[in-house]
């Protein structure tokens, strides 16, 4: 197989696994923003996280608060960008 045919041959497989991980990636946010979900996985890790020094309502507060900025990371992250 000569070079060129190599090249392109990488090149359509490397733009098929950015195709696919942008739309596993708009999957995942579509879901995170779902409110069932998103009330569900914060009762989820409230439930697996125990700080002795503050109470639940502020573990959830905490919790949602990062889950909020997680979307919000995913939101941007770009797979057509340079390393």
């Given at each position: 197989m000569s070079d060129s045919v190599k090249d392109m041959t990488k090149d359509a497989v490397v733009e098929s696994?950015?195709?696919?991980?942008?739309?596993?990636?708009?999957v995942?946010?579509?879901?995170?923003?779902?409110?069932?979900?998103?009330?569900?996985l914060v009762k989820g890790l409230n439930k697996s996280v125990d700080v002795p020094i503050i109470n639940e309502a502020t573990?959830?507060?905490?919790?949602?608060?990062?889950?909020?900025v997680c979307i919000s990371a995913l939101e941007e992250v770009d797979f057509d960008g340079e390393d």
């Amino acid at each position: 197989m000569s070079d060129s045919v190599k090249d392109m041959t990488k090149d359509a497989v490397v733009e098929s696994v950015k195709a696919g991980l942008e739309e596993g990636k708009d999957v995942l946010i579509s879901q995170l923003k779902k409110k069932t979900f998103y009330e569900a996985l914060v009762k989820g890790l409230n439930k697996s996280v125990d700080v002795p020094i503050i109470n639940e309502a502020t573990e959830e507060k905490i919790i949602r608060g990062i889950l909020t900025v997680c979307i919000s990371a995913l939101e941007e992250v770009d797979f057509d960008g340079e390393d």
